[in-house]
């Protein structure tokens, strides 16, 4: 079992719907999560960081850490043409270190005009 | 603005050559790491530097080796290239609780 999993896509969309990307894991020390957005050919680019549990708000994204399931979430609200992307998760922490992080394989995303 | 560079965006090398892949930092970060890219295999971690002089194997360490004379560099090197090495190059650096900044990528194809 890996220890992220990430469904691959790809997830069509069209323009203005509110787009649910997820990411399950098994290693429960995990503590810090991360969102990157990577456009094709380019190198991931960060979009959201939380520590721990709860939510987190940046413009048109929102992050959620549910510990207890082993779960996090994106959430792209008013999804435009321009987000479409890879989306990797990402996770640190516990006995790996906060420096050894573990990313999903990504979901692509494609936002229809 | 530019955080982390990779020297080349796109190499074309033939099998058995050495190849060094650069990447240059100008955040003064500690940590830097080197992960290739595959489909359907997400990043995999090569190697990581957490400090000039100091190295760690990563997942996938086989065939590859690195260099960190300086704070800023981190050189990746294939010994002989093989075409299995065929793939996106990532370089990127955080410091010690911060998350990683990734380079723009090199595509390396091994023929």
Redesign the interface.
């Known amino acids: 079992q890996k220890e992220v999993e ?1 469904d ?1 896509g790809p997830l069509s969309v069209p323009e203005g719907a509110i787009v649910s990307l997820n990411c399950t894991y098994s290693n429960s020390a995990f503590q ?1 999560f ?1 969102w ?1 957005r990577q456009y094709s ?6 979009l959201m ?1 939380t520590y721990s549990s709860g939510n987190k708000e940046d413009g048109r994204f929102t992050a959620q850490v549910d510990k207890s399931s082993k779960y996090i979430s994106l959430f792209i609200r008013d999804s435009q043409p321009s987000d479409s992307a890879t989306y ?1 998760c990402a996770m640190s922490g516990g006995t790996s270190g ?4 573990i ?4 979901t692509r995303l494609k936002v229809l005009a | 603005d530019v955080k982390v560079t990779q020297s080349s965006r796109y190499l074309v090398k033939r099998t058995g050559e050495k190849v060094f892949l650069e990447c240059v930092q100008d955040m003064d970060h500690e940590n830097m790491f080197w992960y290739r890219q595959d489909p359907g295999l997400g990043l995999r971690l090569i190697y990581f530097s957490y400090d000039v002089k100091m190295k760690e194997k990563g997942d996938i360490p086989e065939g590859y080796s690195v260099s960190r004379e300086k704070k800023e560099r981190f050189s990746l090197i294939l010994e002989s290239a093989s075409t299995n090495q065929t793939s996106m190059y990532l370089c990127a650096s955080s410091n010690y609780v911060g998350t990683p900044d990734f380079g723009a990528g090199t595509r390396l194809s091994v023929l």
């Open positions: 990430q691959p810090y991360m990157y050919r380019k190198g991931p680019e960060l960081y990797l906060t420096y050894k992080y990313f999903g394989t990504g």
